[in-house]
């Protein structure tokens, strides 16, 4: 299986990515993930994405691309990989199509996930980061535990108090 979810931010893409993984075995490359992993471990690559995402921009498509073949030169995506949000944008799905013909790969399959705007800025809106771990919840849908510290992207905060705020709203 060699897949690209393609849909905007919070369409669900990394949802039906790890549905899709565990089905057929193959990995998940989210360009997301990654680079809040190198961000994280403070790698030079990390450092670089870090002075753009923290002031809200993209990395830019030379970073991502070299990334993304860094990563799809692994032994686990020889048998087949999903990507999640790459390519985003013309450059990006260029410098993956002459990836894939040095690979001798062909993608299979590409699907774009299409999702109401209204729906969107609720599942941007309630999602909250722990920024201990790293993991990623959803207020909503998939609250995290009571001991979170949570990153709203402006702010960090403890777990209990937002879900009192919320809980009193229903």
């Keep these: ?21 565990d089905h057929y075995g ?12 190198a961000r994280a471990a403070g790698t030079q690559l990390g450092k ?12 830019p498509d030379a970073v ?10 692994l032994s686990d995506a020889k048998k087949g990989f999903i990507l999640d949000g790459f390519p985003r944008t013309v ?18 399959h590409i699907v774009q996930i299409d999702v109401p705007r209204e729906l969107l800025m609720e599942r941007a809106t309630l999602r909250r980061t722990d920024v201990r771990t790293g993991q990623i919840y959803h207020l909503k849908y998939s609250p995290p535990p009571s001991d979170a510290v949570l990153n709203t992207g402006t702010t960090t905060e403890r777990t209990r108090s937002k879900r009192a705020s919320i809980s009193t709203r229903r």
């Design 1 to 21: 299986m060699r897949l690209v979810l393609m849909g905007p931010p919070a369409s669900g893409k990394g949802t039906q990515a790890k549905f899709l993984v």
């Design 26 to 37: 193959v990995p998940q490359v989210s360009t997301g993930d990654m680079l809040r992993a």
């Design 48 to 59: 670089e994405a870090d002075s753009f995402m923290s002031q809200g921009k993209l990395v």
């Design 64 to 73: 991502v691309i070299g990334l993304v073949e860094e990563r799809l030169g």
């Design 91 to 108: 450059p990006q799905a260029e410098a993956l199509d002459a990836l894939l013909g040095r690979l001798r790969t062909p993608l299979e």
